[in-house]
């Protein structure tokens, strides 16, 4: 036949889903109403100093309240998969599987109906951060034995919400918490150990996410016939030169950012570079054994292939430059990095200062971790843009352009087989220790008003024609 008029524009698959995403601490409130305990986010934000402004996620978005708001703006926007997470503490409220909260199971179970009625598949977490307190005191995520507790959780809501969900993510982005919340300690549970939080914390996390991959392999996946999906934040990094150093220098930016959390799941242990790496810091430094926890045998096989899709989260990009080792005096992730990153020039600024414009990057790290991990299948579950709020964010337009577009390259020239992709996010919402300074919706909350008014972006509507025809429209 002729082709008519122009040469088509390359097209999304047609069953591929487009989403939104958000987290239960960042959107839904209702802190402490019917009967949910406090989360370590809840004692997090409640200390003075902790969050800018000293905003926190008392009221959010209101969504505990709104859901059917949320549900409403999805629908209308045309989107087929909204991500989203359950609060641990709204179910059991210590954490515990002694007490179920009967209104936060109602409250879940609500809204996957509303969202299955509006033909909107579910992506749930199980886990955004907002561990409950009771199970924070008992040491949180430097405790093997919090790999437990989130069995017995995962458990229950494989149970209670597992014949309606069929994308399940067990864990949010460990490499950002275990970084954030245990080396730095500017997120919760605020703990800077330098140089060994981090790493007990992703021990005890890949231990945590293979637990509940194992309970639905085993007790679950026969009659529900679901995914459960591995998560973590993979940024892109250039070397900043053409030197050996710097080339290195990429490899361990890749390793102990993306492939700390991922290569133990796809691989069964952690990176050769990273074991490598802390292993020798660590003696210099005199210690008699590695900051680095080492899998037994037997953990790695029972880690190892625990993933049934790659749920990634991927913002932005760095240049990074090789540093030479100077001292082993205090141990540091920073130093086990021994690399300096900064942002190109050239690419453009969110309000986030680690976020910047790269559309390539995420090509980059789609064929990075299709190659490394041979995920079958692949879901971005973030991507975004921060800004003031303004209505008319072409900014957030920019963006999502640039990276749908090299998003929609993967899949058509590169062959990667990406079903899914969820925008962060959904709604203004609480961006965590920068409380209400960085938006990062496609719709606008006002959370001056009581009523959390909630209004359409340029994005959302841009989005929505995507959405619909399955191609980069202007
Ligand atoms: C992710 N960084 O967090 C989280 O999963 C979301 O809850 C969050 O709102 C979103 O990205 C936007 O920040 C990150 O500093 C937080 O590199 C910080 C960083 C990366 C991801």
């Given at each position: ?28 409130g ?19 100093g ?5 905003d926190t ?33 709204r ?10 909260n009967q209104?936060g ?36 995520w430097?405790n093997?034995?919090?790999a ?5 959780y ?5 149970e ?5 969900v ?5 864990l949010?982005?460990?490499?950002t ?19 060994e ?32 999906g ?14 050996s ?9 890749m390793?102990?950012?993306c ?18 790496r ?13 900051r ?7 953990e790695?096989?029972?880690i ?43 690419w453009?600024?969110s ?9 390539p ?10 190659e490394?991990y041979?995920?079958?299948?692949i ?6 843009w921060?800004d ?8 957030r ?6 990276y ?14 990406v ?14 220790n920068?409380?209400y ?6 719709v ?23 959405a ?7």
């Amino acid at each position: 036949g002729v082709i008519v008029g122009c040469l088509s524009a390359k097209q999304f698959p047609e069953n591929f889903l487009f989403g939104a995403a958000g987290a239960s601490y960042q959107i839904e409130g209702g802190w402490d109403a019917d009967g949910k305990g406090l989360s370590m986010w809840d004692v997090f934000a409640h200390t003075p100093g902790k969050i800018k402004n000293n905003d926190t996620g008392d009221v959010a978005c209101d969504s505990y309240n709104k859901y059917k708001e949320d549900v409403a703006i999805l629908k209308q926007l045309g989107l087929k998969v909204y991500r989203f997470s359950i609060s641990w503490p709204r179910i059991l409220p210590k954490g515990i599987p002694t007490e179920i909260n009967q209104a936060g199971v109602d409250y879940y179970r609500n809204l996957i109906k509303e969202l299955k009625d509006a033909g909107i598949e579910p992506l749930v977490t199980l886990y955004h951060w907002d561990l409950p307190q009771h199970l924070a005191e008992l040491g949180g995520w430097l405790n093997p034995r919090i790999a437990d507790y989130f069995g017995d959780y995962a458990r229950i809501c494989f149970e209670l919400f597992g014949d309606q969900v069929k994308y399940w993510l067990p864990l949010n982005e460990p490499g950002t918490t275990c970084v954030h919340g245990y080396e730095t300690g500017d997120l919760a549970p605020g703990l800077p150990l330098s140089g060994e939080g981090i790493y007990q914390c992703a021990y005890v996390h890949v231990l945590a996410h293979a637990k509940a991959w194992h309970i639905y392999n085993d007790e679950f996946r026969s009659k529900q016939g679901g995914k459960v999906g591995f998560n973590n934040v993979c940024f892109w990094f250039y070397p900043k030169s053409n030197n050996s150093e710097d080339i290195e220098a990429q490899t361990r930016a890749m390793e102990f950012g993306c492939g700390l959390y991922a290569n133990p799941i796809y691989n069964g242990d952690w990176p050769q570079v990273v074991i490598d790496r802390v292993a020798y810091r660590s003696k210099k430094e005199g210690y008699s054994f590695s900051r680095l926890p080492t899998f037994t045998e037997e953990e790695k096989q029972y880690i190892n292939g625990t993933s049934d899709y790659y749920g990634l989260n991927m913002y932005t990009s760095y240049l990074v430059e090789a540093l030479a080792d100077e001292s082993f005096d205090s141990p540091s992730l920073e130093q086990d990095l021994a690399y300096n990153s900064t942002a190109d020039p050239s690419w453009a600024h969110s309000a986030s200062e680690w976020l910047n414009l790269d559309p390539p990057g995420i090509r980059n790290v789609l064929n990075y971790v299709n190659e490394k991990y041979n995920p079958g299948e692949i879901v971005v579950t973030e991507n975004g843009w921060s800004d003031n709020g303004e209505l008319d964010d072409q900014g957030r337009v920019t963006y999502l352009k640039g990276y749908l577009s090299n998003v929609l390259d993967a899949i058509v020239e590169d062959s990667i087989n990406v079903i899914a992709y969820t925008t962060w996010s959904l709604m203004d919402n609480f961006e965590w220790n920068q409380g209400y300074t960085q938006k990062f919706g496609i719709v606008q909350v006002d959370f001056d008003s009581p009523n959390r008014t909630r209004t359409l972006k340029s994005s959302a509507e841009w989005y929505k024609r995507v959405a619909a025809a399955k191609e980069i429209v202007d």
